[in-house]
């Protein structure tokens, strides 16, 4: 079997170390693997399976005889070095927001678009998490009876903002209730036993950016402009895993039980529901699996979905809660996932 040489870039952050432990448990066939990230880590330590990595600082020459780049960093890491990645003859699958909206790049959710990886040039793009989260439900009920419109709400945890919002929550937590006066460094105001509705700059229309990637991105994987998306994100003090509430008009009707089983049968989706398929509420022992939420989701590389409900202030509407590691899934998986299918 052929083995790849793959370079990590911010393999010292939450996406890039998710990104090396995925690789290790799919056992991805690595030749070499070289794990990348700025001045400050240079020479710091990360795991690959049992093997300890010295992490190496990025320069544009460290690309040479790279196959695969993931880039787990920032817009401006992707933007400065993935073209010296292509150059060098490496394929980027990058996580930042730089190159998605590209004509000539792929946003690709595997189990949604996979075969575009082959339209690539150079470089794949891989979604913001919240459009993964948000595609990996619509999709198939799309595909089943046409949605028109979805409003959704989300729920977003502080480790899709990075290491340091994770710190910045649990020293927001302790400073709280110890009665001290927390610091917010992070994000604009108090995270910790708060919620911030404001994820990304406002624009003229009073949209943040995350609202506004879920719309845009939505339009390009699903190739459909007509497709109306009312978002609001939200920030919570939740650790990992965001949740997302969602209100779909259908083109067509279904029933409860279509719209279970459109969601279970599709790839990557579990459905968890407190009521069985005929209406009856589920017997005690499978309390765990009554609806998902963030902290039985963690590690976990599904979407889950649950309290699913035909909404009947609508004629064809459907309501359901879902719930997703947005490291894994929402980022890590779905990058090694694109590997897997160039391999
Ligand atoms: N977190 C999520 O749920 C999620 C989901 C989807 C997409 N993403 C995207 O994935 C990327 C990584 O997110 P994260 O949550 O892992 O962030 P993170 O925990 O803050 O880690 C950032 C990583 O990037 C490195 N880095 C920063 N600037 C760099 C530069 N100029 N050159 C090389 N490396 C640099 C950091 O290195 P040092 O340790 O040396 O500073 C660190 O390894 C971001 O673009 C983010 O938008 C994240």
Redesign the pocket.
């Known amino acids: 079997m052929k083995e790849y040489t793959v370079a990590i870039?911010?393999?010292?952050?939450?996406?890039?170390k998710e990104v090396l432990n995925i690789l290790q448990d799919r056992k991805f066939p690595v030749k070499r693997m070289i794990p990348?990230?700025?001045e400050?880590?240079v020479g710091t330590i990360v795991e690959f399976g049992e093997e300890p990595l010295i992490v190496q600082r990025?320069e544009e020459d460290v690309f040479e005889a790279v196959d695969f780049a993931v880039f787990?960093?920032?817009?401006?890491?992707s933007e400065e070095f993935a073209p010296a990645a292509v150059r060098a003859g490496a394929i980027v699958v990058d996580?930042?927001?730089h190159f998605r909206m590209k004509s000539d790049v792929p946003l690709v959710i595997p189990e949604i678009n996979g075969q575009q990886v082959w339209e690539h040039k150079g470089i794949i793009a891989?979604p913001?998490?919240s459009t993964i989260q948000l595609l990996m439900a619509l999709y198939p009920l799309d595909r089943a009876f046409g949605v028109e419109k979805v409003v959704v709400s989300t729920y977003q945890s502080v480790?899709?903002t990075?290491?340091?919002a994770l710190q910045e929550l649990a020293e927001q937590s302790i400073s709280l209730l110890s009665m001290k006066e927390p610091k917010c460094e992070v994000y604009p105001k108090r995270i910790g036993f708060n919620l911030l509705p404001h994820i990304g700059d406002f624009d003229q229309n009073g949209y943040s950016e995350e609202e506004r990637k879920l719309r845009l991105e939505t339009r390009k994987i699903m190739n459909r402009d007509d497709i109306r998306i009312s978002p609001t994100c939200v920030r919570v003090p939740v650790f990992n895993c965001h949740s997302q509430s969602l209100n779909i008009t259908l083109k067509s009707s279904a029933t409860r039980k279509q719209v279970h089983d459109a969601l279970s049968e599709f790839p990557g989706v579990e459905v968890w529901d407190a009521l069985s398929l005929d209406g009856e509420r589920k017997e005690h022992d499978e309390e765990s699996e009554l609806y998902p939420v963030p902290s039985e989701c963690t590690d976990r590389d599904e979407v889950f979905v649950g309290r699913i409900r035909l909404d009947d202030t609508a004629s064809s509407g459907v309501c359901f809660w879902s719930v997703m590691d947005?490291?894994r899934k929402?980022?890590a998986l779905n990058a090694v996932q694109i590997l897997e299918l160039l391999t």
């Open positions: 870039v911010g393999a010292t952050g939450l996406v890039g990348l990230a700025t400050e880590s990025i787990a960093a920032t817009i401006e890491a996580n930042s927001a891989n913001n998490c480790s899709g990075g290491k340091h947005n490291l929402g980022a």
